[in-house]
């Protein structure tokens, strides 16, 4: 793990962003809880998404479905026999890794030496191997051939590659039996295809539209040593777009655009966003971009734009014996709609926004750690501290956070000297401080204090709530 990265994991944990779970038991491996900070975040990024996608869509509908689904659902999408990753075991350490990982890694490693050609021959073998009919087969084939070794044990002492399918599973009812396996959902999606017909007919929606809906996921990741980046248990925010077949491509390109500027107005700089295309289409895909994040570990999905076709909900019909048509009044006809999804990782974006937010600045004679979060995302947006805790300040700088509490999170501290609350409040990412003095008691003006250039504005304590809004929509990514 980089320095940078560790540093951020440790701000997580001692202000309360995120802790490792069952940590008084030694730790569950890949599975984080949020605290008091973490969860606020969590909330405001939550929110974000479902305005820009169901409030701001009138064709687009929202929907909170199970987790526990119908077995046969994962039979029809194709998990249950298709959902798996190739796994490889290092003989010397028994550590595990993911096979195609660890080919990523070599050309990683071939293009920071400047070795492009050969990163490029690499690339070409993983496609051509991920590709291939029997892909365990040719992706350990490029491992051999390239001789990668283990990165944690430097052998090459490897197993051969094997697939490793991803659900958890357990059983519904007392008795465990084959029979009631069931599993935890390892995507949110399903659960939106088999409510299409529910959603379109209550929601009154006519092709295009869509459906949107953010829950918790499961995946039993084979290589989780990266924070929340990859977790066994974690949340996505999906919406499934209904589209007439032929129509899907500029569906595609529309809610690309639309989703990378969703980041961009995260306040994350555009130069730390790419496309990526996919080196092999799954099944059912006609095409498939992700948004890539440059984290302290390297380039790494965020988020998947996908065209799925009408894959799924043909399987569902299938599988369930029920039509899963649309009659085009307009077009006089019936089909199967087609699927443009985007699929957005909520703990990979809450990821995204610590390593963009973490800025270690060196001042004069002093150095800080500063949050720099978007205001409309930061855990808290105003701290409210009076100057000192006497002389009418505190009960001055309560009735101002009164104020302020229904339009925006404040958290009131008189704790300490002053200096030192404005750096609490900077390593958390709070963007505002208000300060109340002996003089607010005079003539009602308070200080602003803003976290990213720390100068300060004397603002009459009535016209508190306008700045604060004018100054959230005015701020721009530094
Ligand atoms: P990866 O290649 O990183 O395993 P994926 O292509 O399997 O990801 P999708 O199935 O497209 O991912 O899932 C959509 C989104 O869900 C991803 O872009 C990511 O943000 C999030 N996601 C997927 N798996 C995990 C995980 N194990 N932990 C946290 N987020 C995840």
Redesign the pocket.
């Given at each position: 793990m980089s320095d940078l990265f560790e540093k951020i994991v440790s701000l997580s944990k001692r202000r309360g962003f995120i802790f490792q779970s069952s940590e008084i038991y030694g730790g569950l491996s890949a599975t984080y809880d949020y605290g008091p900070l973490g969860v606020e975040l969590k909330r405001n990024v939550t929110q974000r998404w479902w305005n820009a996608m169901v409030h701001r869509h009138q064709n687009i509908s929202g929907l909170d479905a199970a987790i526990l689904m119908h077995p046969t659902t994962w039979k029809a999408s194709g998990h249950v026999d298709a959902f798996s990753d190739p796994l490889i075991d290092d003989k010397t350490s028994k550590m595990r890794y993911r096979a195609d990982q660890l080919i990523e890694g070599h050309i990683d490693r071939l293009r920071r030496k400047g070795k492009d050609e050969d990163a490029d021959r690499v690339y070409q073998a993983l496609v051509d191997a991920l590709n291939a009919e029997d892909s365990a087969k040719g992706l350990y084939d490029v491992i051999m051939g390239e001789e990668i070794r283990s990165p944690d044990s430097g052998m090459f002492d490897w197993t051969e590659v094997r697939h490793f399918n991803l659900m958890f599973d357990t059983t519904v009812g007392p008795v465990s039996n084959p029979d009631n396996k069931i599993f935890l959902r390892p995507?949110t999606a399903q659960g939106i295809f088999v409510n299409f017909h529910n959603v379109r007919e209550t929601g009154r929606h006519q092709v295009p539209f869509g459906i949107a809906q953010i829950g918790k996921a499961f995946?039993n990741?084979i290589v989780a040593r990266q924070f929340i980046?990859?977790?066994r248990e974690?949340e996505?925010m999906e919406m499934q777009y209904f589209v007439k077949p032929g129509s899907q491509m500029e569906a595609y390109e529309q809610w690309r655009e639309e989703r990378m500027q969703w980041h961009l107005d995260n306040g994350i700089r555009a130069s730390k966003l790419r496309w990526h295309e996919h080196e092999k289409l799954a099944h059912y895909a006609d095409a498939a971009q992700?948004i890539q994040y440059e984290f302290p570990i390297g380039w790494q999905?965020?988020?998947?734009i996908h065209s799925r076709t009408d894959f799924d909900l043909k399987a569902h019909q299938e599988y369930s014996g029920k039509k899963m048509e649309y009659f085009d009044q307009q077009a006089n006809e019936k089909y199967i709609p087609y699927v443009v999804e985007t699929?957005?990782?909520l703990?990979?974006t809450i990821l995204t926004l610590l390593c963009e937010a973490y800025r270690e600045e060196e001042l004069e004679g002093d150095s800080r750690t500063v949050m720099k979060f978007h205001p409309r995302l930061a855990p808290i947006t105003v701290g409210i501290l009076p100057l000192v805790k006497k002389g009418g300040m505190p009960e001055f700088a309560h009735k101002i956070e009164n104020e302020l509490k229904d339009h925006f999170n404040t958290f009131y501290d008189e704790k300490g000297a002053i200096g030192r609350r404005y750096r609490r409040m900077d390593e958390i990412g709070t963007p505002f401080c208000v300060t109340v003095d002996g003089d607010s008691l005079e003539d009602s003006t308070v200080t602003v204090r803003h976290r990213d250039s720390m100068q300060q504005d004397r603002i009459a304590a009535d016209q508190l709530a306008g700045f604060l809004v004018n100054e959230i929509s005015g701020w721009k990514a530094s």
């Open positions: 995507e995946r990741e980046f990859r977790m974690f996505q992700d999905e965020v988020e998947g699929s957005v990782g703990d990979r």
